[in-house]
């Protein structure tokens, strides 16, 4: 059904201390691939006094693990990237099954999180501590950096493979362990990752995936004292609710929520730039992506030609199974996110909005949603308010600068926002009067390893990915060495 060169990447089972899992074997969780509700297979639901078992056994190997050389934690997350690159066609047709996405993104994000192991391995040999100027001549002040300890991941099933490592590789890198809970609709892309890291040489109990009932596991982990920190990439509320659990054991948190960009085009925009911007921004994915663009703002002198351009691009695009040759829009994950999009654009469309492309379900089945462009939209429409995380792009026009960032800072998110101009003092203004942790300037996608992707606001806090997401894993700790002679 796969087809997979290596059968034993697809794994119904759990990975917990290093052993893989059947849970207590009565307890599971149907896996169905989105674009026609077949049935994928199935992993345990592991019980809370099982995922009690997985902290130990990564508190146990944490022990050891601390203790290795940047040499020797890079040397095991390079060539984990190495086999993920080795087995790159076999990890991305299981994530197109379980996800959804076209098979060429799923290509380009297997590319993507291997990059962060790269990115990351490179990084664990550069760890640097500081020496401070002491104010008194008898000290003598450093910095050391320290694993924070044993980690707890939440990852979504949007970039099932991208946000794993995303989070896992600063981690290890740091010289933490983890352990993984993958969105229950998407894990056995994170089961396939595991097969290669232990392949890698990752010791036993260093990462284990943790499938599964979420609150079971969200319990757990939560009240686990030896648990010291917890990363999660999800919704707002779901975020908000986690940082207040976690207040009782205090752990360190780096919560990566959602957004609802503005995609801003000034009339001076290049317009094929802007045009392939929104394209790249708000249609990858088919739309489900925290850094989507969810509300388009065009200046009135450009605004017919990028509304005619863009809705030209909209309709040519390909919907169908991620598996079919040519597609470039899969469907949504499910059925209540297919409905939330349904529901965002009929209440639009109610309140004025005119629908120049798609508007309404697609003939490919249940979950898919035709592309859809809708212009003169405006702030009484909750469209404006939700992420959509689905391919619809929103426009609203505007009038002159300040109106621009009065409406893109109109939300209570702050993670991505996107501007086309070709004036250079506006390119200065503009980037800095938005209040978002991301801006692409004349650029649509603003992914990538090698910078800090994080929100404000409420989109959360904490960086993934640079030289700054190292830090969210280690700790500093202040020497003062005093009685110096
Ligand atoms: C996300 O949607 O949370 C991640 C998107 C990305 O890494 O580009």
Redesign the pocket.
């Known amino acids: 059904m796969l087809n997979l060169q290596r059968t034993d990447l697809f794994r119904e089972a759990a990975y917990v201390g290093g052993e893989w899992s059947a849970g207590s074997g009565d307890s599971w969780q149907t896996i169905h691939n989105p674009a026609d509700g077949e049935r994928l297979g199935r992993v345990p639901c592991l019980t809370r006094a099982q995922v009690a078992d997985a902290i130990r056994a990564a508190d146990k190997a944490f022990a050891e693990y601390r203790q290795w050389t940047g040499k020797a934690k890079a040397a095991v997350l390079q060539r984990w990237a190495a086999l993920m690159q080795e087995h790159k066609a076999d990890l991305a047709r299981i994530m197109t099954a379980e996800q959804g996405k076209p098979y060429a993104e799923a290509m380009g994000e297997i590319d ?1 999180a291997s990059s962060f192991l790269e990115w990351f391995g490179e990084e664990a040999k550069r760890i640097y501590g500081e020496t401070i100027p002491a104010p008194r001549g008898t000290q003598r002040i450093t910095v050391i950096r320290q694993p924070v300890g044993v980690c707890a991941a939440i990852t ?1 099933w ?2 099932p493979s ?2 794993v490592t ?1 989070k896992v590789a600063p981690a290890l890198a740091a010289g933490c362990t983890v352990l993984l809970k993958p969105a229950p609709q998407t894990p056995f892309s994170a089961l396939a990752l595991c097969v290669l890291a232990e392949e890698a040489g990752l010791p036993k109990g260093a990462l284990s995936i943790l499938t599964g009932n979420a609150e079971d596991i969200g319990a757990e982990l939560i009240e686990s004292e030896t648990v010291r920190k917890l990363s999660f ?1 999800g919704s707002t509320a779901v975020g908000k609710k986690l940082m207040a659990a976690c207040a009782g054991t205090m752990k360190k948190l780096s919560l ?1 929520l959602g ?1 609802n960009a503005p995609f801003i085009v000034f009339d001076d925009a290049n317009l094929d730039a802007a045009v392939q911007g929104a394209l790249a921004s708000k249609f ?2 088919g739309g ?5 663009a969810n509300r388009f703002f065009v200046q009135a002198g450009i605004y017919d030609s990028f509304v005619e351009r863009l809705t030209k691009a909209v309709i040519s695009m390909r919907v169908g199974r991620g598996t079919d040759h040519g597609v470039t829009l899969g469907p949504l994950i499910d059925d209540a996110a297919f409905r939330k999009v349904e529901r965002l654009v009929d209440d639009a469309r109610a309140k004025g909005a005119q629908v120049r492309a798609g508007g309404q379900p697609h003939s490919a089945g249940p979950r898919f949603y035709t592309p859809t462009v809708l212009t003169e939209v405006d702030y009484s429409m909750s469209i404006m308010h939700e992420e959509i995380f689905g391919p619809v792009a929103a426009i609203t026009r505007f009038t002159d600068e300040a109106e621009a960032i009065t409406l893109a800072n109109t939300t209570r998110y702050g993670l991505a926002a996107y501007f086309y101009t070709s004036d250079l003092n506006r390119s200065i203004r503009v980037t800095e009067a938005l209040d978002y942790g991301i801006v692409g300037l004349n650029e649509g996608a ?2 990538t390893e090698v910078a800090p ?1 994080g929100g404000i606001k409420e989109s959360g806090f904490g960086k ?1 990915g640079s030289r700054h997401g190292i830090d969210e894993y280690s700790e500093r700790k202040y020497v003062c060495v005093g009685n110096v002679s």
């Open positions: 993507y979504p949007n970039f991208g946000m995303r990439t990566e957004g990858r994915n489900q992506t925290c850094v989507c603003i992914s992707f993934e």
